[in-house]
Each structure stands twice: as C-alpha cells, then as structure tokens.
C-alpha cells in the first residue's frame, strides 16, 4: 500500500515576509502560475505603477487580447481601502481584466466583487482570488491561488472556451478566426502544456507568453495571404526592440541550424516591433480541410520555436529585462 502524506498550510509571512519587497517581485517574476488559474496567457508591464499619489502593485497585460489587467496584492484580510484603490487602478489604465489577491476575503468584500461582475459588461472581469501556501512533508513552500469571486459563469465558459466572446457583435469572418484559434488555443494547452490561454479571440493573431517579457510568440494569418508562426519582439522601447532582434540576428546561423530552416528576419525600422517568423501561404477564407493543415502547421512550427529559442531569448532579454524563473516550487507539473 502507497503511504500518503499530509499537506501543510503555511503562513503566507513565513513565505513572503513583506508583501512590497516579497511578494511582489516574486509575482512578477512567476506571473505564468496566476495565468494558468486565470485562463490567460500573462505578462507583467510595470510594478509599481503610478496612479496619482497611489501606485498599483502589478500592471500585466492578457496577451491573447493585447488588454491591461491589473492586480493589487493583499497579504491579508480584505478591506475598504484595497478595494477602491482597486477600482481606482481600474479605472486609470482602462482594465478589462481586474483582480484582487488577499489572504482572506470578508463576505462583504465578496458580496461587493459579485456585484461588479453582475453589473458590467462581458468585456470586463473581477477576480478574488485568495493566495495560500502548502508544503508536504518537508518540501519547499509551494503556492496555491484560489478564486472565490469571478465573472457570472467563468468555471462554465472557460472550460468551453467562450468566456467574453460577444458572439452577437461579431462578424462571421470574426467568427472564423475565433473557431480558427480556438481549436489551435485548445490543441496547444491540452496536448503540450504550451499556453495557459482558453479563449480565442475574433482576430487574426494570437499572442502566446514565451515567459520573456516584450518577446511574445505569434500565430497569425496575416493581410498578404500568409500563414505566420514566430517570434513578436514588442516592448514598449523602440531602441530595446532593435537592439534584442540585432542580439538574436548575430546568432542567425547558430538558431537556423538547430531548427531545421531558414527563418524571415524583419527588424522593420519603420515600426516599434520586430519580427522572427517563418510562413506558408494561408488565409481564413481557404476550407475547411486547409485551415486544418494550417493549424497543424502552426502547431508543429510553434513546437519547434519553443524548443529552440529559449536560451536565445534569454541571452536577447538580457537587453533591459530578467527572464522569469521560478522561486518557489511550483505546484504544478512545468511546462
């Protein structure tokens, strides 16, 4: 018989002794473990940031949308000041994704989150989630987030991968991207642990964390006819962007030759983003039976940039940015 052990809940303060220089920094550095609860693939723009006399502790970004999602952190019982600086921080950077990590939630903070969630639109979303921490045996600190609070029918939607959909704003071409990526989302996050995401958009791209900051990979069916899988290089800074795509370009031979082809390199100086990318022909009005070689295509090149990138990236990050490695143990299988 298999003998079993128990978990241990650990006080938070044993982990993160000070939610300003602690925990914070750890969140930002481990953002990819909250996406996975939250169904989205996230990256982290700005700690700190300002808003007038106040500053909100992580401004992150849903890379499946390009919108801002941002969190305050709050290593105890919730209370009324958490949640108007909250809705303050919301309403400054125009969020479409809010959420509120505490210790505890009190039933009249709870019963004020569902009510946000009942009383706005399908394009805006209120998350309590509760942070814990568990070992077993002797094991490291693993952290655990828990939403208790969440927008009408999320559990049901992001298992179906409708949630915010808009279906009846959306256009039929609108509708052939999402099922597009949908099904492509889907296939990556069940089958390769590629992506935390759950929810195809009515666009053309989709964005998937590389856990690199500003160096996103990109699937896409461009305005030219083309099928598209790479690499978006895409900080806020035009001169970072450059010099990161010079740093990968000086190792051009060296990637190409450990991925098996030839790769376009655009370093596009009339823009702020660069690209890394292969293609095939492709648009979302071929059929059925080509938008799924497509997709299978897309999958396999994605796969195979995964593979090979990452300590070029890292080298690339270095311009500017910290890659993002893990600090606790995770309590989950990595990807």
Do not use: C
Request: proline share 3%.
């Amino acid at each position: 018989m298999v003998e079993l052990s128990k978990l241990k809940a650990v006080d938070l303060r044993e982990v993160w002794m000070n939610e300003a220089r602690d925990f914070t920094p750890w969140l930002a550095k481990n953002i990819e473990q909250l996406g996975e609860v939250l169904g989205m693939d996230l990256e982290v723009d700005a700690t700190e940031a300002e808003v007038g006399s106040f500053s909100l502790d992580l401004l992150a970004r849903d890379l499946g949308t390009d919108r801002a999602v941002v969190i305050e952190n709050q290593l105890e019982s919730t209370n009324h000041d958490h949640l108007g600086k909250l809705l303050t921080y919301a309403a400054r950077y125009e969020a479409h994704t809010v959420v509120w990590l505490v210790r505890e939630f009190r039933p009249e903070h709870r019963a004020a989150m569902d009510w946000l969630n009942q009383r706005t639109g399908e394009d805006t979303a209120f998350f309590g989630v509760v942070v814990e921490a568990w070992t077993i045996d002797e094991s490291r600190a693993a952290p655990r987030f828990v939403p208790i609070t969440f927008p009408n029918d999320w559990q049901k939607q992001s298992v179906r991968g409708e949630r915010g959909s808009g279906a009846g704003q959306v256009s039929e071409r609108g509708k052939r991207y999402q099922r597009f990526f949908q099904a492509l989302i889907d296939t990556l996050r069940d089958e390769h642990r590629f992506t935390s995401a759950e929810k195809g958009q009515p666009q053309n791209w989709y964005h998937f964390t590389s856990t690199f900051n500003g160096m996103p990979y990109n699937a896409s069916l461009d305005g030219n006819g083309n099928a598209v899988a790479g690499v978006y290089i895409q900080s806020d800074d035009w001169a970072k962007n450059k010099a990161r795509f010079d740093r990968l370009m000086a190792r051009r031979q060296d990637i190409e030759s450990a991925i098996g082809y030839s790769l376009e390199w655009e370093r596009r100086d009339d823009i702020k983003a660069s690209l890394i990318q292969v293609t095939r022909k492709g648009s979302i009005d071929d059929d059925d039976e080509t938008l799924e070689e497509i997709r299978a295509w897309m999958i396999e090149r994605l796969l195979e940039l995964k593979q090979v990138l990452p300590k070029y990236l890292e080298d690339a990050v270095s311009i500017g940015a910290e890659p993002s490695p893990t600090m606790l143990s995770d309590n989950s299988d990595s990807e």
